[in-house]
């Protein structure tokens, strides 16, 4: 089995349920409050390795509570933890996430600790332990164009999921050999709007033309769109579930792409899987709490055949 690495944020989720997200200036009373480990890198690790993925985590936490909780949360589900480290100066990064009746989420992140998540704190002898490495962006983007470039010198397959969205260098772009954006960051990235076609296409033609070599755009409950610079195309509608809590989604899709690619599936399988793996989760509360294993994928895989 090929073996992933993930250089991310490690967050605890501050959640509550919300009627309506509120606008500016407007206060309205939340239904409920949680406390649920997440960030984009830890949910990521732990979706690989719940199914079945062999991945390690490097990220940074604060010396406290939340810390000691995210740690232990990620060891729980298998995720190797040599690689993560707690922080004297710093506390363990939040996120304050709204969570809506209609199960869209409005989410601001304090990025603590995950600012001290640096290249310089990672050896090319670690690196090359794996085969596969993974980055986001919440954690400092010098940090996410060294070891994405350090790495795919090193022959490791490199991944992006640009998020949150924002611009990203041409530097970066060219030694990414997959990228994986929503539909809010492919237009952040590329100027264009996933949903109209040619516009689809500029956008596409944009990464490919910045040296990337695989694109999946995911878009909600529309899907997902994957294209290859040699011109390969899938397009997968999502299933159609009752949408609980979108936190995570993409973390979860992500996950379930990458635990088949390192179980050397095709691209197509991959993709189906991941697809399952988003429909679980947003049928479910939280991050981490709404992340399903191989058994409930499979028993979701068997209701939608009958």
Known sequence: MKKIL???????????????????????????????????????????????GHVGMIGRVGKDSYGEILIKNLKTYGVDIEGIEMLEDQPTGTAFIMVADDGNNSIVVVPGANSGVTGSLISDVELTAFDMILCQMEIPIDTVTEIIIRSKNLGLKTILNPAPGSPISSQLLNYLDLIIPNENEFQIITGQNPFDTDSLDTGMTYFFEHGVEEVIVTLGDKGAIYRHRDGKEIVRKAYKVKAVDTTAAG???????LSRLVLDASIEEAIQYGMMVGAVTVSRKGAQSSLPDEEEISAFKKSICN
């Not at 250089?7 to 959640?15: E, F, K, P």
């Not at 309205?28 to 079945?52: D, M, R």
């Not at 973390?251 to 792409?257: L, M, P, Q, T």
């Open 6 to 52: 993930v250089v991310g944020s490690m967050n605890m989720d501050l959640v509550t349920r919300v009627s309506h997200i509120p606008c500016p200036g407007e206060t309205i009373l939340g239904q409920e409050f949680e406390q649920i480990p997440g960030g984009k890198g830890a949910n990521q690790a732990l979706a690989i390795s719940k199914l079945g």
């Open 251 to 257: 973390d979860s899709f992500i996950g379930g792409v």
